[in-house]
C-alpha cells in the first residue's frame, strides 16, 4: 500500500485534510494515529491568527460550511506545543505535513522560513494558497496560475523539502501547470468551496460572514472531476480531498489519479474514520487483483 | 502537548424518551462507563441515524446520570430536523455518543451558599450542578424560567432539592413571575450572600447575570453554546471570544469564567 507523495514515503495512500485533523494529538486517545500514511496539520501562520469570529460553522444537505479563517497559534507556538507528539509520530511512521498560512508572499515565506528551522521533524509542507475565508492570502492570491506561481515561487527558494499546494477549485490544469513549472512537488485538490446559506426568517448569513468553505461528501464528485483534470494535467503527485466517508470513495481518488487521499469532515463524525477508510482501500485494492496499490493510480476507463 | 479531549465513544440504548413539556423531552439512555465519567458541566455528542444528509453529531447537555444503574438523563429541545427524529426514539434503540467532552462547572472550594440561573433548555446543565451542590451541603437558590409555562422545566426538580428559594419566571406570565428571570436574579444577588453563580440559558440572560453578579462581587460561571463540528478539539468551529483570545467552547468550555466571555 506504500506510496511516494513527491517525496514524502508513505506506508499507504491515507492522509487526513488540513483543518479536519488538528495537530493530530486531539485524535490520540481515540484512534491509533500511526497507522495512517500521513497527517496534515491545521494552517499556521508566522505570527498568530485568531480567525472570524462566531458562528464559524453550518451543517447543510449532505455536508457542512465553516468560515473559521485559519484560527493558529503562529509557528513557534505551533513547534512547541505540538512539536514532540509530532516527532514521535514521524517516529511511528506517520509523516507529517505541515500546512503553511499567510496573507501575503512574504508572510507565506516567512512561516515556511520558521517551520523549516523549527519542525526538523516534518517531512513536507503544504501551501494553503486556497482558504475561501481569509480576505486576504487564501484563495485570493491562489485563484490564478500567476498568483500561485508567485507564491510557490518565491517558498521554493526557501527549502528543498517537499513542497505541497492546496488548490482553490478553480482553473484546475493551468493552476496545477503553473504550480508545477515552479517546482511543486504535489499538490492537495481541492479545498472547500465558497458557498452560502442563509437564514432566511433573520434574513442573516449562518455564518458570521456572507460566505463560507463548502466540504462532505456533497462535494465529492467535484473534487474527482478535479483531481482526474489535475491528475491529466501534470506528472508530479495529487492527494484527492473533499467528502472521502468511505473506502470507496478513496478508491474514486485514486482511479481518477491521485497517489494519495486524505480524509476530512468523516473525522469529525466518527474520529478513527480514517483508519476504517484505509482498511475498506486494502480490500478494495485487493478485490481488484493488484500486488500494489500504485498500479491502481488513474487506473479509470470511460 | 495539550489534554485531549475526555471524550470517548460510547454505544448506549435508549432506556425511554418521553416529552416533559411542549417541545421539549427526557431521554434515559444506558451507558454504563459514561454514566460514571460524566461531571456536571460536560457534555455529550450524539449520534443521529436516519438521514444521510445530516452527518454532524448534536451535542447535548445532561440533567443526571446514575453510575449504580449506568443510566444518563438528558433533557433536550426540538428545533431541527436531529432532534425531531430523535424524539421518535423509543426504548431498546441503539447508537452511539462521544463523551463527556470539555470540563464542568468549578464552584469554589468552601462554597457555602450558591444560585443557579437557568433559561428555556439551559437549565438542565445548572439542576445537574445544583443538584451535586446540595449533596455537598451548600445552599442553592434557584431561578429558572421559559418562554411560557408549558415549555418550562425543572419544577418539581428543583423543589425536591428541598433547599433555597425558588424564583421562576416566564415571558408571557403563564407561571411565576412575568418576565425574564434575570430580574428575580438579580434580586436575589443584591442580597449579597452568595459565594457562587451558574448560569445557562441564551446569550443575552447570561450576559445580564453575569453583570449581576460581577455587581454583586460574586464569582460566576456561564455555560455557552456554539455549532459544534466535532466536540473534542479538532475542528477551531465552536470559538468563544474571551479576553484570553479565541477559546473552543468544546475544549475550553463549555463553562467559561463569565467575567472572560466577550462574545455571548
Known amino acids: 500500500m506504500a506510496v511516494d507523495f513527491g517525496g514524502v514515503k508513505m506506508k499507504n495512500p491515507i492522509n487526513t485534510a488540513s483543518g479536519t485533523f488538528g495537530q493530530g494529538w486531539q485524535f490520540s486517545e481515540l484512534m491509533d494515529v500511526s497507522q495512517l500514511g500521513a497527517i496534515t496539520t491545521k494552517g499556521c501562520a508566522a505570527e498568530p491568527w485568531p480567525g472570524n469570529p462566531a458562528p464559524r460553522m453550518t451543517e447543510v444537505r449532505g455536508g457542512m460550511m465553516n468560515s473559521v479563517g485559519l484560527q493558529n497559534p503562529g509557528v513557534e507556538a505551533f513547534a512547541r506545543d505540538y512539536g514532540p507528539w509530532l516527532a514521535d509520530l514521524t517516529d511511528a511512521g506517520t509523516q507529517v505535513i505541515c500546512q503553511v498560512a499567510g496573507h501575503s508572499t512574504e508572510e507565506y515565506v516567512r512561516a515556511l522560513e520558521m517551520f523549516c528551522e523549527l519542525t526538523p521533524w516534518a517531512a513536507g509542507f503544504e501551501i494553503n494558497v486556497s482558504c475561501p475565508n481569509i480576505a486576504a492570502g487564501g484563495a485570493a492570491c491562489g485563484s490564478t496560475p500567476e498568483g500561485a506561481a508567485e507564491v510557490m515561487r518565491a517558498c521554493r527558494k526557501v527549502t528543498d523539502r517537499p513542497l505541497f499546494v492546496k488548490m482553490a477549485p478553480v482553473r484546475i490544469p493551468e493552476i496545477a501547470r503553473a504550480l508545477e513549472a515552479e517546482g511543486a512537488d504535489g499538490l492537495t485538490v481541492i479545498n472547500s468551496i465558497p458557498g452560502m446559506a442563509i437564514d432566511v426568517h433573520t434574513r442573516r448569513s449562518k455564518l458570521s460572514k456572507p460566505t463560507g468553505g463548502l466540504s462532505g461528501p456533497l462535494c465529492h464528485p467535484i473534487a474527482v472531476r478535479m483531481v482526474w483534470e489535475a491528475a491529466n494535467a501534470v506528472d508530479i503527485p495529487v492527494c484527492g480531498v473533499g467528502g472521502v466517508m468511505t473506502g470507496e470513495d478513496a478508491a474514486e481518488f485514486i482511479l481518477a489519479g491521485a497517489c494519495c487521499v486524505a480524509v476530512g469532515m468523516a473525522s469529525f463524525i466518527e474520529p478513527d474514520a480514517s483508519v476504517r477508510i484505509l482498511h475498506e482501500l486494502e480490500e478494495w485494492a485487493e478485490s481488484q487483483g493488484v500486488r500494489d496499490i500504485n498500479e491502481l493510480i488513474g487506473a479509470f476507463e470511460c | ?264
Open chain 2, 1 to 264: 502537548m495539550p489534554s485531549p479531549s475526555p471524550a470517548r465513544m460510547h454505544d448506549f440504548e435508549v432506556v425511554s424518551n418521553e416529552k416533559i413539556a411542549e417541545g421539549i423531552f427526557s431521554l434515559v439512555i444506558l451507558a454504563p462507563r459514561l454514566a460514571s465519567a460524566l461531571k456536571p458541566g460536560q457534555f455529550v455528542n450524539i449520534r443521529i441515524p436516519g438521514d444521510a444528509s445530516e452527518l454532524l453529531r448534536i451535542p447535548l447537555s445532561y440533567v443526571s446520570s446514575d453510575a449504580e444503574a449506568g443510566t444518563v438523563e438528558l433533557w433536550y429541545a426540538v428545533v431541527g430536523n436531529g432532534t425531531r427524529r430523535m424524539s421518535a426514539w423509543e426504548p431498546g434503540f441503539k447508537s452511539d455518543l462521544l463523551g463527556p467532552g470539555g470540563h464542568g462547572w468549578s464552584a469554589p472550594e468552601g462554597c457555602r451558599r450558591a444560585l443557579v440561573v437557568g433559561g428555556g433548555i439551559g437549565v438542565p446543565p445548572v439542576l445537574c450542578l445544583a443538584r451535586e451542590l446540595a449533596s455537598a451541603g451548600v445552599r442553592v437558590d434557584a431561578c429558572f424560567g421559559a418562554a411560557s409555562g408549558d415549555k418550562l422545566v425543572g419544577v418539581h426538580e428543583f423543589e425536591g432539592l428541598g433547599c433555597g428559594e425558588i424564583r421562576i419566571a416566564t415571558d408571557d406570565g403563564t407561571a411565576g413571575f412575568a418576565g425574564f428571570v434575570t430580574e428575580p436574579a438579580s434580586e436575589l444577588l443584591a442580597s449579597g450572600a452568595y459565594d457562587y453563580v451558574a448560569t445557562c440559558g441564551p446569550g443575552i440572560m447570561m450576559s445580564k447575570v453575569a453583570e449581576a453578579a460581577t455587581s454583586a462581587g460574586v464569582f460566576c460561571e456561564a455555560s455557552l453554546e456554539r455549532m459544534m463540528s466535532c466536540g473534542f478539539g479538532a475542528c477551531s468551529t465552536c470559538n468563544v471570544e474571551t479576553t484570553d483570545g479565541m477559546k473552543g467552547a468544546c475544549m475550553c468550555g463549555p463553562v467559561f469564567d463569565a467575567t472572560k466571555v466577550v462574545v455571548w
